[in-house]
């Protein structure tokens, strides 16, 4: 199981899984819609942080060093296999999966933070 499929089967509604990853496997563009709207999707194994979300998630970022992470940039697309230290995370319409944690960081706008952790 790649990350996308693991994020999509672990945090993704089951009436929206088939077409959100159908859409990462077609031209970016397409890709691009459902990630701009991701929120609408995630399940209930994802808890909103509206507030100081990037404080948040720095505090969260040890818990991902060593790990391989695919990052999933709305502006620049995919990059798998890298690792936190390698990232310049954008806080906005972006998804940070890491399988190794079990976990997913979706940054949306409003730097809102959607924290998918399975239970």
């Known amino acids: 199981m790649n990350d996308i499929e ?3 089967k672990n945090f993704i509604i089951k009436q929206a899984q088939t077409r959100f990853l159908s859409s990462f496997s077609g031209k970016w563009r397409k890709a ?3 990630l701009h709207k991701v929120d609408r999707y ?6 909103l942080i509206q507030n100081n979300g990037m ?15 695919t990052y999933i940039d709305y502006y620049d697309g995919i990059k798998n296999n890298i690792t936190i230290k390698n990232l310049e995370i954008k806080f906005d319409d972006s998804v940070l999966i890491c399988i190794e944690t079990q976990s997913a960081y979706v940054f949306f706008h409003e730097e809102w933070l959607y924290i998918c952790k399975i239970s």
């Open 6 to 8: 693991f994020f999509t």
């Open 32 to 34: 691009q819609k459902e």
């Open 42 to 47: 995630l399940n209930k194994n994802c808890t």
């Open 55 to 69: 404080a948040f998630f720095h505090a969260e970022l040890p818990k991902l060093l060593g790990h391989d992470i």
